[in-house]
T-cell receptor, first 114, second 114 residues
Framework: QKEVEQNSGPLSVPEGAIASLNCTYS??????FFWYRQYSGKSPELIMS????GDKEDGRFTAQLNKASQYVSLLIRDSQPSDSATYLC??????????????FGTGTRLLVSP | DGGITQSPKYLFRKEGQNVTLSCEQN?????MYWYRQDPGQGLRLIYY???????QKGDIAEGYSVSREKKESFPLTVTSAQKNPTAFYLC?????????????FGEGSRLTVL
């Protein structure tokens, strides 16, 4: 079982729709969760972080966390063609001491059609 | 403008050659990281440095070496011992050593072994 799992996609949605991207993780002790956006051929860019159960909204983006189910999701409202990219889920472990390693999923490719 | 500069963007190497990828940041960040990205795989951590003159191996350090002589610079050498070096290499930094999830990435260096 991978530490962080994402459906590779592509997830295709029409312009204006809500895109829902999902991520599950295996380490129940994980404390911090991040979403990065990566355009084709470019480097990742941090778009959302979430640390507590529930929802966190930032503009058109909403991150949702359910630690009991070990599940984190990213909703993109009013999807635009410019949102077409690969979205990487990243989870930070919480060791007792030392370096808090970040583990990335393989990413979900989102395609938003005009 | 502050940011992370990686060079070269594209690099071709013959088998048996060592190559060095440059990474410079002017964000005054304490920590720096090198990740490798291969198609269909998540970002994998090669090396990280939480402070000047100190660095630690990540998950896939074999065949790589780094140095951190200056806060701004964290070069990565891909040695001939790395069996499959063709990949997209990403340098990242974080403001503090503990901010391992809040990463700023450079534009990446794409290495191809001929």
């Amino acid at each position: 079982q991978k530490e962080v799992e994402q459906n590779s996609g592509p997830l295709s949605v029409p312009e204006g729709a809500i895109a829902s991207l999902n991520c599950t993780y295996s380490d129940r002790g994980s404390q911090s969760f991040f979403w990065y956006r990566q355009y084709s051929g470019k480097s990742p860019e941090l778009i959302m972080s979430i640390y507590s159960n529930g929802d966190k909204e930032d503009g058109r983006f909403t991150a949702q966390l359910n630690k009991a189910s070990q599940y984190v999701s990213l909703l993109i409202r009013d999807s635009q063609p410019s949102d077409s990219a690969t979205y990487l889920c990243a989870v930070r472990r919480a060791p007792n001491t030392g370096f808090q390693k970040l583990v990335f999923g393989t990413g979900t490719r989102l395609l938003v059609s005009p | 403008d502050g940011g992370i500069t990686q060079s070269p963007k594209y690099l071709f190497r013959k088998e048996g050659q060592n190559v060095t990828l440059s990474c410079e940041q002017n964000l005054n960040h304490d920590a720096m990281y090198w990740y490798r990205q291969d198609p269909g795989q998540g970002l994998r951590l090669i090396y990280y440095s939480q402070i000047v003159n100190d660095f630690q191996k990540g998950d896939i350090a074999e065949g790589y070496s780094v140095s951190r002589e200056k806060k701004e610079s964290f070069p990565l050498t891909v040695t001939s011992a790395q069996k499959n070096p063709t990949a997209f290499y990403l340098c990242a930094s974080s403001y503090r050593a503990k901010d391992t999830g809040e990463l700023f990435f450079g534009e990446g260096s794409r290495l191809t072994v001929l």
